[in-house]
């Protein structure tokens, strides 16, 4: 079947004093010509969930007139990992020049928008505070309706902004830092988990790697270029299977299988070559998720799958998805990578959705840092049960 094709985004990128990078993500000239009709709703999106602060003005949950991401990443490398308490701060020195610049760029006031979207969970506690308490504000400030959202149902909603013919359902398999699941998008808005990670997701999976073979900070991007130079098949690493859950995942095992091979090679005196330990790695990881995500849509009667989250954006996935979409009759969709990543286009257009469904939030809305998606996602980690 046909691949939808990405969108030409242009990525305006500077580096500001405090090492922050500052960019504005735009897609095409469309985005600039949408109509004023009044039936147009206009979404002001706020996401800081984790490291990026980021604000954006959707129309109409699909065309995005500015999308503005402040990220720290730069910050934190030199700690090997997002520390929460920097994150924080950060997000309270950058909200406002976001928003600002935000509403700049699409050439409006907050008289022109019709609600706030805001991400409320799930993320790091304090940085989903500042996000929360900006919204509010805002909320409380102009009298415009209130909106919370959920961050992994920003991710996959990132899928409807560059792929305009996607509805639902269809099967969506989501990829990040803190997340690994495989859902049915039913509707917009209402998902059905059908597996997910028992402990380590696959994006928490690449960062440990990558500091084991020292590469560092952040994992994933590093791994991914590491193992376009190495050998897939060097290494024979272990793909786990949960025998009475099909779609379910785990990668603490194959996490543990690399580090033991390091280990092993150091005691035994003998040269590791990283860019082998990172294809070897990789292809175990993509193997798993496309072999499940491809089963999933065969057997519950889908031909559309989507990707979504920041590991959706490893080249090793969207090839191998992309392939194995082709074969099988199934049609493909993913973001560009700057939108699997954390930005607020992609709250703008959950945002929207919820909106349309009357979904409205009060000044008590607060920040739940293991906001689950869903009513059947489970919570196998046990710092994160109840």
């Known amino acids: 079947m046909q691949d939808t094709k990405e969108t030409n ?15 504005s993500v735009k897609s095409g000239d469309e985005q600039k010509k949408a109509s004023d009709d009044k039936e ?6 706020i996401e800081s969930s984790c490291d990026e602060t980021a604000v954006a003005v959707v129309r109409n949950g699909r065309t995005v007139l500015s999308n503005i991401i402040s990220s720290q990443i730069a910050l934190h490398t030199v700690f090997g990992g997002v520390v929460p308490e920097i994150a924080s701060r950060k997000h309270v020195e950058k909200i406002n020049y976001c928003v600002r610049a935000a509403l700049k760029e699409a050439s409006l006031t907050l008289d022109d928008i019709d609600a706030i979207a805001v991400t409320y969970g799930p993320g790091l506690v304090g940085a989903l505070l500042v996000g ?4 509010k504000a805002l909320s409380f400030a102009t009298g415009k309706p209130l909106v919370g959202v959920h961050h ?9 902004i560059e792929n ?8 969506c398999l989501v990829a990040s830092g803190g997340h690994s699941h495989l859902c049915i998008v039913k509707d917009y808005g209402e998902y059905e988990i059908i597996g997910q990670t028992r402990d380590d997701a696959a994006g928490e999976a690449f960062d440990k790697v990558a500091r084991a073979i020292g590469l560092g900070y952040p994992g994933g991007p590093k ?7 190495g050998n897939p098949d060097a290494i024979s690493f272990p793909q786990a299977k949960i025998p009475d859950a099909q779609y379910d995942f785990s990668f603490s095992g194959l996490k543990s299988a690399v580090l033991n091979y390091l280990n092993q090679a150091e005691m035994k005196g003998q040269e590791v070559n990283t860019n082998d330990v990172a294809a070897s790695f990789q292809k175990a990881v993509v193997s798993v998720l496309t072999e499940h995500a491809i089963k999933a849509a065969k057997e519950y009667g889908y031909d559309k799958l989507a990707i979504a989250g920041g590991v959706a954006s490893n080249s090793g996935l969207r090839e191998a998805l992309e392939k194995a979409c082709a074969e099988n009759g199934i ?3 993913k973001p560009s990578p700057i939108l699997c990543t954390d930005n607020a286009a992609m709250i703008g257009a959950a945002g929207y959705y919820e909106y349309k469904k009357g979904v409205r ?17 489970r919570r196998f980690h046990v710092n994160s049960q109840k």
């Open 331 to 333: 049609r493909f969709y």
């Open 9 to 23: 985004i242009q990525i305006n990128k500077t580096t500001e004093d405090d090492g922050v990078i500052f960019m």
């Open 164 to 171: 305009k013919d996607l509805e639902p359902p269809f099967v």
């Open 132 to 135: 929360v308490s900006e919204a």
């Open 223 to 229: 791994v991914d270029k590491a193992a376009k130079e």
């Open 40 to 45: 147009n709703v206009t979404i002001l999106a």
């Open 152 to 160: 992994i149902e920003g991710h996959i909603c990132a899928n409807y």
């Open 361 to 377: 939030h009060g000044m008590d809305l607060n920040a739940v840092p293991n906001l689950p998606l869903g009513d059947r996602e």
